[in-house]
């Protein structure tokens, strides 16, 4: 038999974040391209974990998740932003937040559907539209301030218009959506059926006393919206891959028919570890000042090299724009700092369709002081080769 299969995704590789920390490993590159922490979870949360396994919690959690863990998120919710979501019916714990995602657009989407995507964006999105037969509409925001545009997207609205996708803090550029976003987007959805679907894994990392904006925040925005989050962001576990979705029980109702037949339920002790471990506020309250105090500090040592910042306001990404060193195309100069400088980056061109290129970097910093020290030592040697 010969084996040819076309499969849904005829067009897609590895993605680049595989692809560079691949590269990374083969040349022993510290790796800021990933964006995962490289210190250790705080104690106390593994030996919460530790002790629910103990205690016997090795089964299959509740469909929705343990309810303890979703009514300590309804707390959060009400704390954060105001607004009461019932833990009954309008939370889903999942195994991360891209499978939140997933998840969402599958429950929705039907061939011919059309995703309202701001680029760049992360790589997810546009995979999880096309294998559903949905049609991605891209819209690339302009570099250097990448501010979505509304005049852009009323035109962009179609009747085959199904979901417009957001995220804020955005991940790569750092960007955080405002009131006067919302207030536009709302303008642009109101009396239609567009559905929302709010990425908002960075949604305690804002930095300079800026407010998150959450979705949550709007009843009649929520109404027409999922939101998802991610406990690996917050508590530096993303090989943990849990995290929980939040919408509104008509599209909840739905959100689960897949989630049953999917994988059913996130894992359980994790979700004990958690229910305990939210209550402790400050561990969420403080990651902006955690956060931006590591961002500052690798602006402050990358002021050494020729690397120019570009305004970021959150995520722990910082991207640095290197035309003063180079004409290399962004793919083309991220190997080259990864197999030459032994520091692995993302090239920004990798988060568009069309490999937009601005002579722009993705670099993580949510690491180590002395990774970082290292890493910026390292590119300091290459610009003087
Ligand atoms: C914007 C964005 N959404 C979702 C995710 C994935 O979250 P999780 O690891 O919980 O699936 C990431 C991880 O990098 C991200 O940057």
Redesign the pocket.
């Known amino acids: 038999m010969k084996h040819v299969l076309s499969g849904k995704l005829p067009e897609t590789g590895v993605s680049i974040f595989t692809e560079m920390s691949l590269l990374a490993a083969r040349h022993k590159a510290i790796n800021l391209g990933q964006?995962s922490p490289d210190f250790n979870v705080n104690e106390d949360l593994i030996d919460l974990v530790a002790k629910a396994m103990k205690d016997g919690h090795n089964q299959y959690a509740n469909r929705n998740g343990l309810l303890a863990l979703r009514e300590e998120i309804a707390l959060k919710v009400a704390l954060l932003y105001k607004s009461e979501i019932n833990p009954l019916t309008e939370i889903v714990i999942t195994p991360?937040?891209?499978?939140g995602?997933y998840t969402a657009l599958t429950t929705v989407l039907k061939p011919g559907d059309e995703v309202i995507v701001f680029e760049p964006a992360?790589d997810?999105y546009v995979p999880n539209i096309l294998v559903n037969g949905a049609i991605p509409v891209l819209i690339q925001l302009e570099y250097p301030d990448y501010k979505i545009d509304w005049n852009v997207v009323k035109q962009k609205i179609t009747p085959a218009t199904k979901v417009i996708m957001l995220?804020s803090p955005?991940?790569p550029t750092g960007r955080v959506l405002d009131e006067t976003d919302f207030q536009q987007l709302r303008e642009i959805v109101e009396g239609t059926e567009i559905l929302i679907l709010s990425?908002e894994?960075?949604e305690h990392i804002v930095f300079e006393g800026i407010q998150h904006e959450s979705i949550l925040k709007f009843p009649d925005l929520f109404e027409r919206s999922f939101s998802?989050f991610?406990?690996?962001?917050v508590f530096h576990c993303?090989g943990w891959?849990?995290?929980y979705c939040i919408a509104p029980d008509w599209l909840m109702k739905e959100f689960l028919k897949v989630h049953q037949y999917n994988c059913f339920c996130a894992n359980t002790p994790m979700q004990f570890a958690f229910a305990a471990f939210l209550r402790h506020k400050n561990e969420y309250l403080n990651l902006g000042n955690f956060f931006q105090a590591k961002g500052d500090y690798f602006k402050s040592i990358m002021e050494a090299t020729q690397f120019k910042p570009l305004p970021s306001c959150g995520s722990y990404f910082q991207l640095y724009s290197y035309s003063d060193i180079s004409d290399d195309p962004e793919l083309v100069f991220a190997k080259k700092l990864t197999e030459q400088a032994k520091v692995a980056v993302i090239p920004v061109s990798a988060f568009y369709q069309n490999e937009k290129n601005n002579q722009v970097l993705r670099f993580c910093f949510a690491k180590k002081e002395s990774t970082l020290e290292e890493a910026v030592k390292r590119l300091i040697d290459f610009q003087n080769i």
Do not use: L, P, R
């Open positions: 964006g991360g937040a891209t499978y995602i992360y997810s995220n955005n991940n990425d894994v960075y998802v991610s406990f690996g962001k993303t891959k849990i995290g």
